[in-house]
């Protein structure tokens, strides 16, 4: 069975999530390896940023996701007008800043 727009749209909140508490915690990040005490990382700051861009081209291909006939199950992101698309759409956002940032 196919997903739905809401399914894959909160299965992509995930990558928001990362991407924001890099975007907070920098290496302190505990997705990047460190903790709320201390910059344990041993991950380079390209690194970080390399998988701050994955999280980014994931998010960007989800928000292009529509069918592509009427036969085609792919759930239509593009033209849903769910919140959690603005979520991703902001997800996006913070990411690239973070990336021209670091």
């Given at each position: ?16 999530t ?28 390209a ?43 902001g ?12």
């Open positions: 069975m196919a997903q739905t727009v809401a399914e894959v749209l909160t299965a992509a909140e995930d990558s928001v990362v991407i924001n508490d890099i975007n907070t915690n920098g290496k302190k990040s505990t997705y990047v390896g460190g903790s709320a005490e201390a910059d344990t990382t041993t991950m380079t700051q690194e970080i940023n390399e998988m701050v861009q994955r999280n980014v081209d994931h998010l960007e291909t989800i928000l292009l996701y529509e069918p592509v006939d009427a036969a085609d199950d792919t759930p239509n992101v593009v033209g849903s007008s769910s919140s959690k698309k603005t979520t991703c759409s997800g996006v956002t913070t990411g690239k800043a973070y990336i021209s940032a670091n």
